[in-house]
């Protein structure tokens, strides 16, 4: 299916870049359709950041560890877990919109 479609691709693109040189095309957009896109990048960026202060965290976690500061190295173990799992929840979050 995804091999029919792949090589499907470069008649629809050249049928499309046709029909709009000829000023066929129209695209119509609401102020709900970019709130939505804003809505669903602000929800991507915030998953993002989540996901970089979890690994950024984890990291602060081992170096705790490895110079023997063991309670250092649980709170930022435990923060870690917490936020891959909050950027785990606005993932799903996400898709389940889509």
Known sequence: MAARALVKLPKLLSDF????????????IGSRDIVRV???IHN????FILA???AGSAAAAV??????FDTEA???AGAAGILLLAAVYF???LRQRD
């Not at 870049?17 to 119509?28: L, Y």
């Not at 991507?44 to 998953?47: A, E, N, Y």
Request: net charge positive; proline share 0%.
């Open 17 to 28: 870049i046709v029909t709009t040189g000829r000023g066929e095309t129209r695209v119509e």
């Open 38 to 40: 804003l809505s669903h």
């Open 44 to 47: 991507i960026g915030r998953s």
């Open 52 to 54: 970089i202060f979890s």
């Open 63 to 68: 170096v705790f560890r490895l110079n023997r």
């Open 74 to 76: 649980l709170w930022c």
């Open 91 to 93: 993932m799903r979050k």
